[in-house]
């Protein structure tokens, strides 16, 4: 089983600021990384993700992560937010068990928001 | 279309009532999801399809609920005997089962209200 904590419920921040939302996740097994994006009354939408290979991954929307095994953690930055990215953030984790279903557990969310 | 296609976005209903929600896949997809969205909360998983199989229903919080895919595509959530404590946004996801990834692909949710 897996689990996932974000440790900040909300981030204000001010535009062109830089920002990093937190992500520790607890697992048995090797895992998958995911950070979503949900604006209001939308859908969750992939921002990034970390398989394998080189522990800092970009995404969209000028988004980066770092994978760190021993800290557990998977950290979203962005070196500049725009007020576009008001919205809510979501870290998730899957198993790597091949045929196991792949299935996502979530963290509690962090809601970003960008001021003026 | 080539997103998940989820429908009713919005249901009103009275404790009570029964309740059917819709997903459409996106095509090609054989994995399935139904996933449940709480206020101010994560997104809680309810159960899983690959093909018309239910393959993990492990979230599923009591006997009222039950997810059905008859043909391996479409798939729909019924809730019988709703309570308020039912409201919730129903997220349904998809995946292509051949990339091993867990990547998900989300629709727009439906959005139930239990009066």
């Known amino acids: 089983a897996q689990s996932v904590t974000q440790l900040d419920s909300q981030v204000p921040v001010f535009e062109e600021a830089p920002v990093e939302l937190r992500c520790n996740y607890s697992?048995?097994?090797?895992?998958?990384l995911f950070w979503y994006v949900q604006y209001p009354n939308q859908g969750l939408q992939l921002l990034l993700k970390y398989l394998s290979g080189s522990t800092l991954v970009k995404g969209i929307n000028g988004f980066e992560a770092e994978f760190n095994k021993s800290q557990t953690s998977f950290h979203l930055r962005k070196p500049s937010v725009h007020i576009s990215d008001t919205a809510e953030y979501f870290c998730?984790?899957?198993?790597?068990?091949?045929?196991?279903?792949?299935?996502?557990?979530f963290g509690t969310g962090t809601q970003l928001k960008v001021e003026l | 279309g080539a997103g998940v296609s989820q429908t009713p976005s919005n249901k009103v209903t009275e404790k009570g009532k029964y309740v059917e929600l819709r997903c459409d896949p996106i095509s090609g997809h054989t994995a399935l999801y139904w996933y449940r969205q709480s206020l101010g909360q994560g997104p809680e998983f309810l159960i899983y399809?690959?093909?018309?199989?239910?393959?993990?229903d492990s979230g599923l919080p009591n006997d009222r609920f039950f997810a059905v895919r008859p043909e391996g595509s479409v798939s729909t959530l019924k809730i019988q005997r709703t309570e308020r404590g039912d409201s919730a946004v129903y997220l349904c996801?998809?995946?292509?089962?051949?990339?091993?990834?867990?990547?998900?692909?989300f629709g727009e949710g439906s959005r139930l209200t239990v009066l």
């Open positions: 697992s048995s097994v090797s895992v998958y």
């Open positions: 998730a984790v899957s198993d790597r068990i091949a045929g196991g279903g792949n299935k996502l557990t």
């Open positions: 399809f690959q093909g018309t199989g239910a393959a993990d």
């Open positions: 996801a998809s995946r292509d089962w051949r990339l091993n990834t867990g990547e998900l692909f």
